[in-house]
């Protein structure tokens, strides 16, 4: 675990091409432990696999400054600006992918490649803007964020062949502190449409759909993969909304397939 002068904690393994992973809502980095250890190959050089807490979450400060996302992405700039790399792929799972879009518009020539999985390019409708508001006041009130367990967030985010996986997912969630939560709830709700800023993006990119994903429909994937200039889509069978701890090694192929094309230009 290495801590940055901006207060955002690393987990970090491997050299070659940089990769940056951005964990889930609301899970810290601690879920791409798979990725960290298969991800840079057997000889350690495939790639140099770095994966932040967001705010608040897992050894990272949540700052002063107002929710949004754009913060969150600028973060990521200051990242590669503090670990020496002038570009990097991306790859953001559910918010996640909501803070890779965020960096694509802000920072596109920092950008390699691309990779958004279970996660969309369109704004939340007007009722998930007023659930995310609950559940922002809710855990703020009680100091805790056992309303999330208590709705079965872990078990939600999970396809049914999956469940073997949920106290894995709901102890991730427990460690998430209330501040936090409630921070990237409202940056969310305020997020915009990106589908315009896919479109204009020059870079390899990879989406991947869970078929079994209860909460980010396959047609938000289609329209990113639409908008994309040059984009493939994996749908993974049997996968739900956490399809990098579901399928790691399904995950996996579709990241290292995303480097190698990154890598031929």
Same mark, same amino acid.
């Given at each position: 675990? #290495?801590?940055?002068?901006?207060?955002?904690?690393?987990?970090?393994?491997?050299?070659? #091409?940089?990769?940056?992973?951005?964990?889930a809502?609301?899970?810290?980095?601690?879920?791409?432990?798979?990725? $960290?250890?298969?991800?840079?190959?057997?000889?350690?050089?495939?790639?140099?696999?770095?994966?932040?807490?967001q705010?608040?979450?897992?050894?990272?400060?949540?700052?002063?400054?107002?929710?949004?996302?754009?913060?969150?992405?600028?973060?990521?700039?200051?990242? $590669?600006? #503090?670990?020496?790399?002038?570009?990097?792929?991306?790859?953001?799972?559910?918010?996640?992918?909501?803070?890779?879009?965020?960096?694509?518009?802000?920072?596109?020539d920092?950008?390699?490649?691309?990779?958004?999985?279970? #996660?969309?390019?369109?704004?939340?409708?007007?009722? %998930?803007?007023?659930?995310?508001?609950?559940?922002?006041?809710?855990?703020?009130?009680?100091?805790?964020?056992?309303?999330? $367990?208590?709705?079965?967030?872990?078990?939600?985010?999970? %396809?049914?062949?999956?469940?073997?996986?949920?106290?894995?997912?709901?102890?991730?969630?427990a460690?998430?502190?209330?501040?936090?939560?409630?921070?990237?709830q409202?940056?969310?709700?305020?997020?915009?449409?990106?589908?315009?800023?896919?479109?204009?993006l020059?870079?390899?990119?990879?989406?991947?759909?869970?078929?079994?994903?209860?909460?980010?429909?396959? %047609?938000?994937?289609?329209?990113?993969?639409?908008? $994309?200039?040059?984009?493939?889509?994996?749908?993974?069978?049997?996968?739900?909304?956490?399809?990098?701890?579901?399928?790691?090694? %399904?995950?996996?192929?579709?990241?290292?397939?995303?480097?190698?094309?990154?890598?031929?230009?």
């Open positions: 675990m #290495t801590q940055l002068p901006s207060a955002v904690s690393v987990r970090e393994s491997g050299t070659g #091409t940089p990769l940056v992973l951005l964990h809502f609301p899970l810290n980095a601690a879920m791409w432990s798979a990725q $960290l250890d298969e991800l840079p190959g057997p000889a350690g050089d495939r790639a140099r696999v770095i994966a932040p807490d705010r608040g979450y897992g050894g990272s400060g949540l700052g002063s400054e107002e929710p949004s996302l754009e913060a969150v992405a600028d973060d990521v700039a200051r990242l $590669l600006d #503090t670990a020496g790399i002038d570009r990097a792929v991306l790859g953001g799972i559910s918010m996640g992918g909501y803070v890779a879009m965020a960096f694509a518009e802000r920072h596109p920092r950008l390699s490649g691309l990779l958004l999985a279970n #996660t969309k390019a369109t704004a939340d409708p007007q009722a %998930a803007k007023e659930n995310r508001e609950r559940i922002a006041s809710a855990v703020l009130a009680r100091d805790s964020v056992r309303l999330l $367990l208590d709705e079965r967030m872990a078990n939600g985010q999970l %396809a049914p062949g999956s469940q073997h996986l949920a106290d894995r997912v709901a102890e991730l969630i460690a998430a502190p209330p501040a936090a939560v409630a921070w990237a409202r940056a969310m709700a305020a997020r915009p449409e990106r589908l315009d800023v896919l479109a204009g020059r870079v390899p990119a990879a989406v991947v759909a869970g078929a079994e994903d209860g909460l980010m429909p396959l %047609a938000e994937a289609e329209l990113m993969v639409r908008a $994309l200039p040059d984009a493939e889509l994996t749908v993974l069978p049997g996968v739900g909304h956490l399809s990098a701890i579901e399928a790691p090694e %399904a995950f996996d192929a579709v990241a290292l397939r995303l480097l190698e094309r990154v890598a031929a230009g």
